[in-house]
């Protein structure tokens, strides 16, 4: 037996997958609950800035951070969710010094 759906049945699934597939595509195939661990090398990377940089804010504490102590491959590490809200606690607002009124 064979269901024959209309056209506007057809967008309305298409439309409901679309909706449920959003968060997958949003977050280019990654779920919300997984984070992305950086090391000093690859945070100097996604920030644009020297390594240097990065290990001048873990000593002065400016940066959000943990230690690894296992072995020698210890060593600091960085959340990316904490790293983007560190950047936005760091983004200065635009001002708008025109307090005129136009006439």
């Known amino acids: 037996?064979?269901?024959l759906?209309?056209?506007?049945?057809?967008?309305?699934?298409a439309d409901a997958v679309m909706e449920r597939l959003k968060p997958s595509i949003a977050g280019n195939g990654k779920r919300e609950h997984e984070d992305v661990i950086f090391d000093k090398k690859s945070?100097?990377?996604y920030?644009?800035?020297?390594e240097s940089t990065i290990?001048?804010?873990?000593?002065?504490?400016?940066i959000p951070h943990f230690k690894i102590q296992a072995g020698q491959s210890?060593?600091?590490?960085?959340?990316q969710r904490d790293i983007d809200k560190w950047?936005?606690?760091?983004?200065?607002p635009e001002s708008n010094t025109f307090t005129g009124k136009f006439r």
Not at 5 to 13: H, R
Not at 74 to 79: I, K
Not at 87 to 92: G, L, M
């Open 1 to 3: 037996m064979k269901t």
């Open 87 to 92: 950047i936005q606690r760091q983004t200065i």
């Open 55 to 62: 290990s001048k804010l873990v000593s002065n504490k400016q």
């Open 74 to 79: 210890g060593g600091v590490r960085f959340r």
């Open 5 to 13: 759906l209309e056209p506007d049945d057809i967008q309305a699934i």
């Open 43 to 45: 945070l100097a990377a």
């Open 47 to 50: 920030l644009k800035v020297s």
